[in-house]
């Protein structure tokens, strides 16, 4: 072992999550070293909407949306990314979903969400190509951020090797302990490890994977040509969307909006379907998404499911079709036991995971509170 490679902090995984925690660490002065076993990132971190939900999100993640929030803007700043405090719009179509927005509004008040009527809603979807479907209004939450998913993680790595930060690519982790972290490429000497590999801690770290019960969350979604004349840049959240999330979903009308799409459209449901739009800075909409959970992730992309998503994305924006650029498949750490796993498997190592999909609204407010409470 080359002992010269002595480091403050390894962080295994340059997703967001990794680079949030190096990121906090540098701040503190810390010598930092990022591992990763790929060329560049093609995780969930370059897949995802580039959406940071904090309003949707309850107890602890809401918290540490909060949080991260400002360390966000702080970076986009620093770094010169795309990143805009542009909210989000949550489309209701039916009374109970208005009912829904109400009652949310009721419980966080006018600053977290501003109650819009359908001529508000339908000219903040405005565009021309057709009229967008918003008969009851719904609500904007205005503490929500967009980032571009495919620029944001990339730069920030490149922006924190600028600093100092050191970064191994196509670099794997095989083991850990007693201060050493064994690499394919060599071993290092880390005073402390962090792992935020995601989904992939069972290839590491079964044991850990085993006792926190986490598995894979396996998700479509597509980019489409934004119709001509769309201008807004704040996420779009609809009426499965308040099936899942939960500010929604601890609402009394959440009920009544579930009923309603079961009985609507059953098959949105069956694909796990949370329908929701976000702006890109080259003029397309990332449109998706489908959710089916198990142990390992099925490659295969259901053109049914697809076309699902579409036909309910369409129908919110008011057009009789979208032109699908490109689409892919998405990965993330999922879990019933918890939203965020931390354990401490060995006295220097903690691996950390968000085990619901909210990497990109929570890893900056969980960098910052794993490095913090380590103290001086
Ligand atoms: C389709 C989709 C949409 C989403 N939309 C949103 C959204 O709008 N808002 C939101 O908040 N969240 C969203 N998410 C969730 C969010 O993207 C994830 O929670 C987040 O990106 C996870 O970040 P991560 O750094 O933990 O994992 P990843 O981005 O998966 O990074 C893990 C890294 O670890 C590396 N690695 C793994 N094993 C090893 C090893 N042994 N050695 C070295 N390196 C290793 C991998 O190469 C990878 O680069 C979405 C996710 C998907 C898939």
């Known amino acids: 072992m080359d002992t010269t490679q002595h480091y403050d902090l390894a962080v295994v995984g340059a997703g967001i999550l990794g680079l949030a925690h190096a990121y906090a660490a540098h701040q503190r002065g810390l010598r930092v070293v990022v591992l990763d076993r790929d060329h560049h990132l093609v995780g969930a971190s370059v897949r995802n909407f580039g959406h940071a939900s904090i309003t949707a999100q309850e107890g602890e993640l809401l918290e540490l949306g909060r949080a991260g929030r400002a360390r966000w803007l702080e970076v986009a700043g620093a770094t010169g990314i795309y990143a805009a405090?542009?909210?989000?719009?949550?489309?209701?179509?039916?009374?109970?979903?208005?009912?829904?927005?109400?009652?949310?509004?009721?419980?966080?008040?006018?600053?977290?969400?501003?109650?819009l009527d359908p001529a508000a809603m339908a000219a903040r979807l405005a565009h021309?190509?057709?009229?967008?479907?918003?008969?009851?209004?719904?609500?904007?939450?205005?503490?929500?951020?967009?980032?571009?998913?495919?620029?944001?993680?990339?730069?920030?790595?490149?922006?924190?090797?600028?600093?100092?930060?050191e970064f191994r690519w196509a670099t794997s982790v095989l083991?850990?302990?007693?201060?050493?972290?064994?690499?394919?490429?060599?071993?290092?000497?880390?005073?402390?490890?962090?792992?935020?590999?995601g989904h992939d801690i069972d290839y590491l770290l079964p044991d850990v994977a085993a006792e926190g019960a986490v598995e894979r969350c396996t998700l479509?979604?597509?980019?489409?040509?934004?119709?001509?004349?769309?201008?807004?840049?704040?996420?779009?959240?609809?009426?499965?969307?308040?099936?899942r999330y939960d500010a929604f979903t601890s609402q009394p009308s959440a009920a009544a909006v579930r009923t309603e799409v079961e009985g609507r459209a059953p098959e949105l449901l069956e694909i796990g379907a949370n329908v929701m739009m976000t702006w890109r800075p080259d003029g397309s909409l990332v449109v998706g998404d489908t959710h089916e959970y198990g142990p390992s992730a099925d490659p295969f992309v259901s053109e049914r499911a697809i076309a699902l998503v579409l036909e309910e994305a369409a129908a919110v924006l008011g057009?009789?079709?979208?032109?699908?650029?490109?689409?892919?498949?998405?990965?993330?750490?999922s879990s019933p036991r918890q939203p965020v796993l931390v354990r401490t498997?060995?006295?220097?190592?903690?691996?950390?995971?968000?085990t619901t999909g909210v990497g990109m609204t929570t890893s900056f407010g969980l960098g910052e509170r794993t490095v913090a409470a380590w103290g001086a």
Do not use: K, N
Request: proline share 5%; net charge negative.
């Open 319 to 333: 057009v009789d079709a979208l032109r699908v650029r490109d689409r892919w498949q998405g990965v993330y750490a």
């Open 220 to 243: 479509a979604v597509v980019t489409v040509d934004a119709p001509r004349g769309f201008a807004a840049q704040a996420g779009i959240l609809t009426s499965t969307s308040m099936t």
């Open 345 to 354: 498997p060995m006295p220097d190592v903690t691996v950390v995971s968000v």
């Open 128 to 165: 021309e190509e057709g009229a967008p479907g918003a008969s009851h209004g719904g609500a904007f939450l205005p503490a929500d951020l967009r980032v571009d998913p495919r620029e944001a993680a990339p730069a920030i790595a490149r922006w924190l090797e600028g600093q100092g930060v």
């Open 85 to 115: 405090a542009a909210g989000t719009l949550v489309v209701a179509r039916t009374a109970a979903e208005r009912a829904l927005v109400e009652e949310l509004h009721a419980a966080r008040g006018d600053d977290e969400v501003e109650l």
């Open 175 to 197: 083991g850990l302990g007693d201060g050493v972290v064994r690499t394919t490429r060599g071993d290092l000497r880390a005073d402390r490890t962090v792992v935020c590999v």
